[in-house]
């Protein structure tokens, strides 16, 4: 990359630092932050490849949307409010309509959370698109993947399966109004930050259902060592999702499509039962949907019962990385 390009580069990718916790931001080797003596620094990292991560013809501000949204959905899966981002993006060519709108809509994003990005790299190749996330949570509340004890509720916060029949409308051109939601979810999800913020003062563990519920609830258990009975009568469904049934599937809900293909970046996390009913207010505050979907067990097994009460299985469980 010549220095033309490094500079226009530059000018897409440095927003005015609005952090006082930022020492050095761009224009050195490294970046430099503080972290206050009662906090704890969380950090995720996420990639997202054209024609793997999103349809190779979405917009560049659908692509800067999700590429940070997906980053601050793992740091709200453990309490963290985000702090600074790095961002190291590959680019098939330099094209300046394409820059302007990505950085416009990144920093639309970046300013809503108040996140200073502090640092990147830019090389030439197939477009792809790294966002490193740092964020902050108080000492010892971090929400963690194996801290679900037999007993607890399992809750999800908005609905699932919107993003999937936005994925499949969208791939297989249905052009249905009706589905609009659904394709608006798959591009524009959203992280649930101020939630998971305060959930920290009532949940010990929790996860981002990024893989699929079957998958990210799998993990879990995988690390609390324990199981789930899983109600799919209490699975969260929009009208958009329950539509799409209705009219391409002869009104069955397929399971396994709404539970295992991902990309919803809702919540899914545990509760001790005495704290049910603070977290229900604070959800109602926040004006999200919150759904009780089941209890953790001691079986080791992750048991889905339809309404008919027959357990049903699920072959393939999330989205998978290779
Ligand atoms: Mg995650």
Known sequence: MNNSEFDLIKKYFTFPVTRDDVLIASGDDCASVSVPDDKQLLITTDTLIAGVHFPEKTSPEDIAYKAIMVNLSDLAAMGATPSWITLAISLPAIDQSWLTAFSQQLHIVLSRFNISLIGG???RGPLSITIQAMGLCDKGKVLRRDK?????KIYV???LGDAVVG?????NELDDTALLPCIHRLNRPEA???FAEQLTDYSVCAIDVSDGLIADLGHILEASQCGASVDLSAIPLSLSVQYFFWNYHNNVIDWPMVLTQ???YELCFTLDEKN???VIALAEQQQLRLSCIGEITESGELLCFDEAQQAIHFSETGFKHF
Do not use: F, K
């Open 121 to 123: 790299d830019t090389t």
């Open 276 to 278: 049910q009913a603070a």
């Open 148 to 152: 679900a004890r037999p007993g607890d």
């Open 192 to 194: 649930r930050v101020s």
């Open 157 to 159: 916060t908005g609905e």
């Open 262 to 264: 991902g990309d919803d």
């Open 167 to 171: 994925l499949h409308s969208v791939l």
